[in-house]
């Protein structure tokens, strides 16, 4: 397969189309996290549709002081990754064609949510980010659009837009795709010297210990349920043995920190000892968010939810999280 090169929207829009389109928006740098995206892309295609590779270093969701300047741009590389995990076209416009006469007086506002965690911390930037999403929706016309779930906030304020706004194109969430260290892959990894690195896996390390509590503690819960605290079943666990086991059972279910509580004590360990290490790590936030609408859930809260985290190490920022589910559902 080679893959064409287009600039503009009117050669995009002049290619002829059988099957679906799918596209994969990303700002190039492309790494293995978007060669799974595109992968994804090309099965949701098939062989008679078409897959879309947009690559655009959007301007409008880089605050002062961010690294609009410094952000990779290596179009050649991406070409390649891209043909080799099967997309049909790279879209790389200009800032012109996007953004014709300058920056648009009418933009896309992400709402409360994008105040929330990365937009507290980042003002404007889902305002840009979803400006140019709906830009790029409409210049690529597409029948459905995929996004990584590494960007949990952003892919939460794509899908509520498509919704709110009456986009007709199917909004497709793809997993995180990490490092065999666990470090979620991202563009910006490649700033990180060998020491930061080592620091900034409490990222994915937290995330992991929150996860595992949650399901230690589940297991527990469960564990208590199926032996109920009676004389009579105490007695008869005790001639088969399992009383300690029973009695353990309950005691912790009832004693340790539990539901999120429990998460996020055990993710902020590890954070908390990051903090301590050289160079060390700068919290931004640890939350955990009802993903609807990402607000931080209480402590008797049942459903699905994401544990999020952003840091900096160094000069770097970078963020990661991981989904999970509190109730009788997990």
Known sequence: MTTALLRTA??????????????????????????TLIRA?????????????????????????????????????????AEQSGADVVFAPSV???????????????????????GAVRPGHFDGMLTVVAKLLHLTRPDVALYGQKDAQQLALIRRMARDLNFGVEIVGVPTVREEDGLALSSRNRYLSTEERRTALALSQAL????????????????AREVPATRARAEAL??????????????VAKAAP???AG?????????????????????????LVDPSDFTEVGD???????????ARVGTTRLIDNIPLTFGAAS
């Open 10 to 35: 009117e050669e995009l829009h002049a290619r002829a189309r059988a099957g679906r389109r799918v596209v994969v928006m990303t700002m190039g740098a492309l790494h293995e996290g978007h060669a």
């Open 41 to 81: 892309a090309r099965q949701i295609a098939g062989d008679r549709g078409e897959v879309v590779v947009t690559v655009f270093v959007n301007p409008l969701q880089f605050g002062a002081g961010e690294d609009l300047d410094r952000y990779p741009r290596t179009l050649d590389a991406d070409l390649k990754v």
């Open 96 to 118: 012109d064609e996007v953004y014709p006469g300058g920056e648009p007086q009418v933009r896309v506002s992400a709402g409360p949510m994008g105040e929330r965690l990365e």
């Open 208 to 223: 992991f210990a929150g996860r595992d509590r949650h399901a230690a503690q589940e297991a527990l819960r469960a564990r």
């Open 238 to 251: 005790s001639a088969i043995g399992e009383s300690r086991a029973a009695a353990d059972a309950h005691a």
């Open 258 to 260: 539990g539901g999120p």
């Open 263 to 287: 998460v996020r004590a055990a993710a902020r360990l590890v954070l908390d000892e990051a903090a301590r290490m050289q160079p060390p790590l700068a919290l931004d936030y640890l939350a």
């Open 300 to 310: 008797d809260f049942t459903g699905e939810a994401v544990l999020a985290v952003a």
